[in-house]
């Protein structure tokens, strides 16, 4: 455009076209110059994406599969050095089938109750009391198939709908010596407000499942609707720790063995009614 001005211009003198020339040539540097500024900036930015580091909660690689849980680093007791105890967990059961799969979990009393307290729906394992099954006590539970003991178990719990008062809810179950169970118990609770509890046995003697002073409850931390938590229960240093996402860990001080069972069960005493639910059931066995 700059040239087709200075060819049509008979009034422009030889000094104003020099200067013309001039200025187009700084203008063409000019360009230039923003021009490779630009390339650098986006070199940079790609450099800088590739080389980001990788989430630390993301338990697959590349494709999608999964591959090694976040390492749980603890103390070693003899150094004081840290110890890194990767689990590598294998999915146990995601719950898609549209039964209770037989081969892995073994079936406790309460399934013939109508409508079902425990079944598989939606990938989920859904365990709920409606206003069918009544105010009295209603129980069932199932029984992991372990093939061999564990070292660390985590999966997924859900408090989907919680209305009324109930002294129940679900739980997950896990123990490794006669009289010594301990678990997660999640759901609506005496208060009414979904909630999480632990009930830890730290009792040499072993304790009552009827008798909750028996266990020790590290307080109890309410829940959000619909959300999901991750539950992971492993061995450590100090026994067997407990951990739920956003809550403090309890701790089974007696345990110094691999996990032995793990079972999920639900119970229900009241007029509430609660739906929670279990999914991505992974386990890491002991060698």
Not at 91 to 120: C, E, H, M, Q
Not at 159 to 179: F, H, P, Q, T, Y
Not at 201 to 208: A, I, L, M, Q, W
Request: charged share 20%; proline share 6%; aromatic share 8%.
């Amino acid at each position: 455009m700059f040239t087709k001005l200075i060819r049509r211009s008979p009034h422009l003198s030889r000094q104003t076209m020099t200067q013309t020339r001039k200025s187009r040539l700084t203008t063409v540097a000019e360009v230039v110059g923003i021009a490779v500024g630009i390339v650098g900036l986006l070199i940079t930015a790609v450099t800088l994406a590739i080389n980001l580091p990788k989430d630390p909660t993301d338990d697959t690689d590349d494709s999608g599969e999964l591959t090694t849980a976040p390492p749980i680093v603890t103390t070693s007791p003899d150094t004081g050095d840290p110890v890194d105890k990767s689990f590598e967990f294998e999915l146990f059961d995601d719950f898609s089938g549209s039964t209770i799969n037989s081969k892995k979990w073994g079936r406790g009393s309460g399934f013939d109750t109508v409508p079902p307290l425990i079944y598989a729906q939606d990938g989920l394992l859904n365990m709920q009391i409606t206003p069918e099954h009544g105010s009295g006590e209603n129980s069932a539970s199932l029984q992991a198939n372990l093939p061999r003991p564990a070292r660390a178990i985590s999966f997924e719990m859900i408090v989907l709908s919680s209305e009324g008062l109930n002294d129940g809810g679900g739980s997950a179950v896990i123990s490794s010596r006669d009289s010594h169970n301990h678990k997660v118990a999640f759901g609506p609770g005496g208060d009414g407000f979904p909630g999480m509890e632990y009930f830890i046995c730290n009792k040499e003697s072993g304790c009552d499942d009827g008798v909750y002073e028996d266990f020790d409850h590290p307080g109890r931390s309410q829940l959000q609707l619909q959300q999901r938590y991750n539950v992971l229960i492993q061995q450590s240093d100090t026994g067997w720790s407990f951990q739920v996402d956003g809550f403090p860990e309890a701790t089974a001080q007696l345990e110094d063995g691999p996990i032995q069972s793990f079972d999920l069960s639900l119970y229900s005493f009241g007029e509430g009614v609660f739906h929670v639910a279990v999914d991505n059931v992974k386990i890491d066995y002991a060698t």
